[in-house]
């Protein structure tokens, strides 16, 4: 058992409030990923909550698809938030609570510019990048995902460098896996309502079923290569990520069997009673 996990430290009220309204800002926007972060020990399932409720602030701000809401408005926000961030994690105090819950988060677990500034530089090409190349794309999708999965790890590691250096592959196979899927099933909504194709050289009027596999079995291998993973992860973390990674499997799944055509026009999903026995399927497979 890790120190941190052994002896709970003492949290000021102030940081308190800001890790319940991070863990507000994730029960008001992802199922899925609430459904996992239930399965995690405390305090990881704190900081991971922390971590991803900035995420979802950033991602607000530059994915809103209110047109009043101005590209030079989201711009601001976003560097404000950038700067603000970059403050916190220093050591200053924010008056902006889940800025102040990840940044509690980052400090004790070491996470650093390394890590933060590929993510807000992945923010800012969402506001001026409509098209990726296969170099772009890299670059977006380490940006804001694989460096989140790289975030987690640090949180579920709890400090060792060893064990951090030998899983961090998987966790950005993971990281990468979960974002290709995302832009698989939001094709219609990134390409009507934000005007963005993610995967380069896509015709999303003339996506088919062929495209379709293509990409799915670039996505499958990198659920196969963070699948690898799973049991060398700490018991605190296990069963959520391998929920999560089976929440990713079944929408591959599905994504599979939905005709390219209905993939362009309506987001598929996983239905809440498939999400549940994947979750216990976790759970057992954790105790083996």
Same mark, same amino acid.
């Given at each position: 058992m890790s120190p941190r996990a052994a002896v709970a430290p003492s949290v000021p009220r102030y940081d308190l *409030?800001?890790?319940?309204?991070?863990?507000?800002? %994730?029960?008001? @926007?992802? =199922?899925?990923?609430?459904w996992a972060t239930r399965m995690l020990d405390e305090p990881v399932r704190?900081? /991971?909550?922390? %971590? @991803?409720?900035?995420?979802? %602030?950033?991602?607000?701000? *530059? !994915? !809103?698809?209110?047109?009043?809401?101005?590209? =030079?408005? $989201?711009?601001?926000?976003?560097?404000d938030l950038a700067a603000e961030t970059a403050r916190a994690v220093a050591g200053s105090r924010s008056t902006n609570l889940v800025v102040q819950?990840?940044?509690?988060?980052?400090? $004790?677990?070491?996470?650093?510019?390394?890590?933060i500034d590929p993510f807000f530089a992945s923010m800012r090409a969402d506001l001026a990048v409509s098209a990726?190349?296969?170099e772009s794309l890299s670059e977006y999708v380490h940006g804001?995902?694989?460096? /989140?999965?790289?975030?987690?790890?640090?949180?579920?590691?709890?400090?060792?460098?060893?064990?951090?250096?030998? &899983?961090?592959?998987?966790?950005?196979? &993971?990281?990468a896996a979960f974002q290709k899927v995302n832009f698989l099933r939001d094709l219609a909504e990134d390409h009507d309502a934000l005007g963005r194709t993610y995967f380069p050289g896509l015709d999303v009027d003339a996506f088919d079923d062929a495209e379709r596999d293509r990409l799915l079995d670039d996505i499958d291998? !990198? &659920?196969d290569r963070a699948a690898a993973a &799973?049991?060398?992860?700490?018991?605190s973390s296990r069963r959520a990520v391998t929920a999560a990674h089976g929440f990713y499997r079944a929408l591959?799944?599905?994504? $599979?069997? =939905?005709?390219?055509?209905? %993939?362009r026009t309506a987001r598929v999903r996983v239905p809440d009673h498939e999400k549940a026995v994947i979750m216990i399927r976790a759970l057992c497979e954790s105790r083996r």
């Open positions: *409030v800001a890790q319940r309204s991070a863990g507000c800002v %994730i029960a008001g @926007y992802s =199922t899925s990923f609430g704190t900081d /991971v909550r922390s %971590i @991803y409720a900035l995420v979802r %602030i950033a991602d607000e701000t *530059v !994915d !809103d698809p209110d047109p009043a809401f101005s590209l =030079t408005e $989201r711009s601001r926000l976003l560097e819950a990840f940044a509690r988060t980052a400090r $004790r677990c070491g996470i650093g510019p390394a890590l990726h190349d296969e804001s995902a694989e460096v /989140v999965g790289l975030m987690c790890l640090r949180v579920f590691l709890d400090g060792d460098d060893a064990a951090y250096a030998r &899983l961090a592959p998987a966790a950005c196979s &993971l990281g291998a !990198d &659920l &799973l049991p060398h992860l700490p018991a591959s799944r599905r994504l $599979r069997t =939905t005709p390219a055509s209905q %993939i």
